[in-house]
DNA sequence: TTTTGAGTTGTTCGA
DNA sequence: GTCGAACAACTCAAA
């Protein structure tokens, strides 16, 4: 009997699972296999959002093996003791596991597999997280893109779809009791600060599923005009079942290909086509993060090194962090942040630019915020978009790009319904104020809702002032 | 090698 | 209210 260790990692499913499919075919047995070992990402370290998702994601794993005979065996790091005692304990010989590509696990992962393989054990790796891999898209004189369009130009002509793996019926499976329970990885929090994120989110596989289903049946052919509106469920609400690989992008993008020629609906195919696009964001903050590990942590575009921010401010910092800022969107987006793990996207953008922008603090410290906050938290993502927002990527927004937090209320949330929902003492404002209140001095004593942190006004100009020197 | 066209998401001002 | 221009200059990527 040969057996096989299958290493999940962030492919937390069944479905078209390329490490698990691959070990079913070549091997008797397998045992699926999780390793906590959080110290091997450092120092970004998955934040506490981010660990209640990896909570109930590995629980419905769990179950999920278990109905078709098997299980999940839980380790603690690290990861190469961990796989080489199992190796050694089920008399395995080989070890499966699908690829991720930030800078402190790519390089873990090829020390390990290089171990493993002098040792004589079989360690094979796949893509699963990405519809084409970082090095896969490449510039005509073989370089990686830097500029979002021309490499999603090249990505997109080239891109192979191929239909997804089935979920595996039965798995011939080694006994996988001895492992650790689940609790004892301690990924939830101690203090029970997680009931708004129960409300908001159902964690697995099959919630994946269950979400991508109504992306395609309700969502996708208003995509084009809804997913900018915070006021309206107009987006995919994807991400962190994609970031855990509860779902994979090759199924969704082959799935979607199929509606669309069946459709044969204009609506439809354009929306499809815009979701791709968000996806073509993700593989190329994937891309640029592989190519450029200094990412999270230094300008893309170096000139900005010797940018100037404002002086730490940390009660601004605090006030911004809890939605206390006295600007209704901005303190809408940060208080669903806080309650739900989540922000959307349009409204990301305008924290960001108001962070880093109207208090010019370190885009560093809500790079860090975010991390710790949202459930769908990704090193490449966040620190591509901070960098973006900052303008200091390589693809950034022009320093003058400066978001005024009450137009873009205006135009994206023109009722005020995103405003109110999350924050409730300006429920009571009428639309034409509501992205304003301070301009009614009488309402907004009433309304017991801050003054604005920062004049619109004035901290634009010095901001604009600030680029304008980094500049000269 | 040189040239050329283009670059996620905006705001303000003045006609 | 609507529209175009200015806000800058630079770098990327392909021809």
Redesign the pocket.
Known sequence: MKTALVWFRRDLRLADNPALTAALEAYDRVLPVFIHAPDEEAPWAPGAASRWWLHGSLESLGKDLRSRGSGLHIARGPSLDALLRLLGEHGATAVYWNRLYEPAITQRDSLLKQTLTEQGFEARSFNAALLQEPWEVQ???G?????????W??ARSQMQLRPPLPKPARIASRDHAAGLPLDALELLPARPWDQGLHTRWARGESAAEDAFSEFIDSTMSTYIDER?RPDRDGTSGLSPHLHFGEISPMRMAWEIDERVRSGRDAALSNGAEGFLR?LG?REFSQQLLFHFPDMPEKNLNSRFDGFIWADADPPALKRWQRGRTGIPIVDAGMRELWESGTMH??VR?LVASFLTKNLRQHWHLGERWFWDTLVDADLANNAQ?WQ?TAGCG??A?????????V??GM?FDPRGDYVRRWVPELADVPAPLIHRPWTDGDLLARSHYPAPIVD??SS?QAA?AAY?DL?D
């Open positions: 510039t005509n004189q370089q990686p893109y830097r500029v979002f369009t021309p490499y130009r090249k900018d968000q964001w996207n349009r953008m978009g973006w390589v693809d927004s022009p320093y003058f790009r400066i978001f005024n937090p137009s873009q135009k619109l006004d634009r604009l304008k500049r």
